[in-house]
Every structure is written in C-alpha cells, then in structure tokens.
C-alpha cells in the first residue's frame, strides 16, 4: 500500500511538499462547504480542509483506513469504503477531493463517475494524478494501476465534466506524449526546451510545488502532476 504520511516531511520533502501544497489549493473551495476526501490516507489533509479551508463538514474516505484516526481528528467523519462504489446517496457534497486515487484503481472511469454522481450540482470535484512518466512505457511505481498523458487525463475528466480548468504541479519541459528512442535524443530534447524556456522567460514554471494553471505555460512544458478542477452543472 502506497500510502503519504508526515514523517515523508523529512524523508522525501518534495513528495511531502507537492501533497500538502495541493490541499493548500484546495482549501480557497472548501468554506462552509460539505466536504468529501476520498482517498484520506492518514487524513491529515482532510484535517486542513476543515481548519484552514473552514469546510463546514468533512467527510474523510479511504479504503484501508485506521480506526485511531477517529481519536486523532474527532471533528472528522470516517468512512472506510471503495471508491469506485461509494456508501453516500447522490448529490451529497459540495466538494469532492481526490488527490492521487485514479491511479491507483482498475476503472478510473467508473471512479470519476462515483464522483460525479455524489456530487451536488455547481459543486466542485479536484483530481490530481502524476502525468505518465515519458521515458516508460508503463507505470514504474508498483502501486500504479495506469497512468495518464496530459491528453489521456483530459479526456477522461471531459467524458464526466463538461466544465473544467486544468492546473498542475512541478512542470517540465515536454515535446511530445510518446517514448523517444534512445538516451541521446531524449537529452537533445531537455536542452532544446531549456533553450526555448530562457527564450521565452518561462523557467520560473519549472520544479515548483506550487498549483499552476496548465494554459500559464508554453505548450512545451508541461506538469508532473496534472489536477482538474471539475464542476458539475
């Protein structure tokens, strides 16, 4: 089970970083909102939404989740349940928060679904996942079921949502969504689109945790993390 606790904090500061900043995006959606986070993990961020983001009620959600959390955070409702069949009725939340899920599960789809259905109308679903690594194939982290090109993701967040904003995380520079064939050629692309960020001033996009929007930046550079800000209408 892959799973983001605190103590990442000072073992892999990004990894921790990246995860914390995107529930700090989150919480400008959550005040005096009905919250759900699936995926909750040790509910941490779930504890952000409801005290930074002042959500009127959050809901936490994780399939494997620990019975010493309800201690922990008593101002929380706990639920251990799947996310690809939730136990809530429809049109539950004002605000759905999924950070790094879909990969994890073998039909996405049907998960986005799940969302869509719980959620109220107007109401707000965030979905981030970790764009397809370029250079492989498949995914290289053994928790991965699939994961997404930037055009696979967006494709499959229009088929539930017809409005959405696209924003992402740790940009890089990307010139096209398949595998070049050898090690040299994939160099000669990193130092063209090094090049053409300097040209184009756009450098202060690249390696940041923060939560940008995607059409901030030059076509060429593109987020290691991909998050879809979706509205159900």
Known sequence: MERITPDLAD????????HVKRYEFACRYCHD???LDVGCGEAYGSEMLRTEGQARLVVALDINLDPGLAKKYPRLMLFQGDALNFPFKDESFDIVTAFEVIEHLNDPQKALGEIRRILKRGGIALISTPR???WHRTPTNPYHKFEFSFTEFKTCITSYFSVFRLFGQYFDYVFV???P???GLRRLLRYV???LAKLNRSEHLLHRYDV???EGAPRYIVPKYMIAVCRKI
């Open 181 to 183: 064939p050898g090690l």
């Open 33 to 35: 909102k009905v919250v």
């Open 11 to 18: 073992t892999k500061p990004h990894t921790w970083l990246h």
């Open 193 to 195: 689109g090094s090049f």
């Open 177 to 179: 969504e398949m595998v």
């Open 212 to 214: 940008m929007p995607i």
């Open 132 to 134: 397809r690594d370029l």
